[in-house]
């Protein structure tokens, strides 16, 4: 569905005289590589086409690969005997009084 709905936008440049020249995507290039193939492989008017990911998807796959490293952290800490308060303390910042 995706693929279907950029290629009519941006197929429609000669119908309102628009150009883009930025695809914005959520990580999946189906969109983008059929943009791209477009015109024999030169974008749709012979312009480079941009492809930038969308912030909030960036943001969960990092939100992501952050607790997935929790975990693992943990799993480590477990196994040398030292507590979590322990091996987090030369991460916190120092409080103030």
Partial sequence: MEVECALRLWGRFKDIGFHYTTILSD?????Y???T????GEGPYSVK???EEYVNHVKKRMGTCLRKL????????????????EKC???QA???R
């Fill in 27 to 31: 990580g999946d290039s189906s969109a």
């Fill in 33 to 35: 590589t059929s943009v």
């Fill in 37 to 40: 193939k477009m015109n024999d």
């Fill in 70 to 85: 929790k975990e693992e952290l943990k799993e480590e800490s477990h196994q040398d005997g030292k507590s979590d308060q």
């Fill in 94 to 96: 120092p409080t103030y």
């Fill in 89 to 91: 303390r030369q991460w």
């Fill in 49 to 51: 086409v941009v492809q």
